[in-house]
């Protein structure tokens, strides 16, 4: 990966039903070459118009640890902006939050 930089595709969305809490479903993306899985996306409670879901990165229960989670804060962002365009634009097309 010299000097390219990692970006975020093959975002898929996987619904449940809505939690008490927020939570909606979870995605599964590509980025930098690593397939991530079952991160949670739940909803804000106060959305704004760039963001409406916040992500949250699988954890071991064993150990109470991340099993993975982005290293920095732009990386964070990076990734959750993406999710929540593509979660956006489902909407827009109502697809509602359905798999891709």
Same mark, same amino acid.
């Given at each position: 990966?010299?000097?390219?930089?990692?970006?975020?595709?093959?975002?898929?969305?996987?619904?449940?039903? &809505?939690?008490? +809490?927020?939570?909606?479903?979870?995605?599964?993306?590509?980025?930098?070459?690593?397939?991530? /899985?079952? =991160?949670?996306?739940?909803?804000?409670?106060?959305?704004?118009?760039?963001?409406?879901?916040?992500?949250?990165? &699988?954890?071991? +229960?064993?150990?109470?640890?991340?099993?993975?989670?982005?290293?920095?804060?732009?990386?964070? /962002?990076? =990734?959750?902006?993406?999710?929540?365009?593509?979660?956006?634009?489902?909407?827009?097309?109502?697809?509602?939050?359905?798999?891709?």
């Amino acid at each position: 990966m010299s000097g390219q930089i990692p970006v975020v595709s093959d975002i898929r969305f996987h619904p449940i039903n &809505p939690s008490e +809490k927020g939570l909606i479903g979870f995605v599964s993306l590509l980025y930098a070459g690593l397939w991530l /899985k079952d =991160i949670a996306v739940y909803t804000l409670r106060h959305p704004t118009d760039k963001r409406q879901f916040r992500l949250v990165y &699988p954890r071991n +229960k064993a150990t109470n640890r991340n099993t993975y989670h982005p290293i920095n804060e732009d990386t964070s /962002k990076m =990734i959750e902006q993406e999710v929540n365009s593509y979660l956006a634009v489902q909407l827009q097309k109502g697809e509602g939050l359905c798999e891709s």
